[in-house]
């Protein structure tokens, strides 16, 4: 066994005897996700390396600590890539990290998300067992899919050890294109759009100085692409321009966020058919209408969940004006039925609670 995982091992074993609380952090680039974290530091950086990875297989095995950017950089020069772009939020972002927050880019909507592409999950739980559940091939998971559970988990149920994933190759083609609309005819044609074969991948709605714009991200075959581009017309953005503004989209670095001020950063999960939402301002749309973000006072909170709740959807406080603030939960309340699962899973892998107490709310 690995020294770095023997001392995992050990370092949960003496906290769930005295009932320490650990706190999981890789490069520590989404602390601010979630409700503030709770005790000493469990680095997983000591832990770094991609153990295994079969290009003509579409698999990659890497270690939690490795840092994700020469994970994309290993896929990129085999012409592969992580399809649903998961954010970064800084230099130091870990592929541990990314699976424990659980979060994708621009192109989720899509391709599908992080927890789509995970197939098996080695991990420390908080009896001290190094688990291992699911493969690295999709046939490989059946019945209960305990990997997936650990995805967006925030490191409550245990440490990830290690993580096979599906990868995919890179788009032959891809293009930018631009429209000039309102928030309601933008939604409109997504929807529209969404029904009809074209090569859609990303999507990008914002109104700056009362203007609204779409950008519309199309990947795929080269004929597909460009025949798309003919049929839906709008204007064609230069493709390193536009790859490098997908980017700052992905790391929420678009001018729009960062005229946020001292309000709150909210995102509002709902159906990509819900209409235009009675919000305190025009959101940024993403996922083809399914992710709206919304700068919002604090105190607008509970607005905001009704709101999203009212077309079937959720809402989540991103980012907290102020990082110590507990007066507004994260994470929107749970179905008590969900909430009870949830409960019982964390009793089973994490019995004393000593990872990340909290990060999920004051059960989690």
Not at 331 to 346: G, S, T
């Amino acid at each position: 066994m690995d020294p770095a995982v023997e001392s995992f091992i050990e370092r949960a074993r003496a906290a769930a005897a005295t009932g320490a609380p650990l706190r999981i952090r890789g490069g520590g680039t989404k602390d601010f996700y979630g409700e503030p974290p709770q005790g000493d530091v469990l680095d997983t950086r000591t832990f770094t390396g991609v153990t295994s990875y079969e290009p003509s297989e579409l698999v990659v095995t890497v270690r939690a600590g490795t840092p994700l950017a020469e994970l994309e950089a290993l896929l990129a020069g085999q012409g592969q890539c992580l399809p649903f772009e998961p954010p970064h939020f800084g230099d130091g972002a870990t592929v541990g990290g990314m699976v424990a927050a659980g979060l994708s880019g621009p192109a989720r909507a899509s391709v599908g998300s992080l927890r789509d592409y995970v197939l098996g999950l080695t991990l420390v739980n908080g009896r001290s067992d190094l688990l291992t559940f699911g493969g690295q091939v999709m046939k490989n998971v059946a019945g209960y899919d305990l990997s997936r559970l650990m995805v967006g988990a925030l490191g409550t149920l245990g440490l990830i050890v290690e993580v096979s994933l599906k990868v995919l190759p890179l788009a032959p083609a891809e293009a930018t294109l631009k429209f000039a609309l309102p928030q309601a005819a933008a939604l409109a044609q997504l929807n529209l759009w969404g029904g009809q074969p074209l090569p859609l991948n990303a999507s990008c709605w914002v109104e700056d100085a009362g203007v609204g714009t779409l950008y519309l991200r199309l990947r795929g075959a080269i004929a597909a692409v460009e025949t798309a581009c003919r049929t839906l017309g709008g204007e064609r953005q230069d493709n390193a321009q536009a790859a490098r503004d997908w980017t700052l989209c992905r790391e929420q670095q678009l001018p729009w966020f960062g005229e946020r001020g001292g309000r709150d950063l909210w995102r509002l999960c709902v159906p990509q058919t819900a209409p235009v939402l009675e919000l305190p301002e025009p959101p940024l749309v993403e996922w083809h209408g399914g992710q709206r973000w919304v700068r919002a006072e604090p105190g607008q909170g509970e607005r905001l969940r009704q709101t999203a709740k009212a077309c079937g959807g959720h809402a989540t406080l991103f980012v907290a004006a102020n990082p110590q603030d507990t007066t507004t939960s994260r994470f929107a309340p749970r179905d008590p039925v969900l909430h009870r699962i949830q409960r019982e899973l964390k009793r089973q892998f994490d019995p004393v609670g000593i990872f990340n107490r909290g990060r999920m709310d004051s059960d989690f």
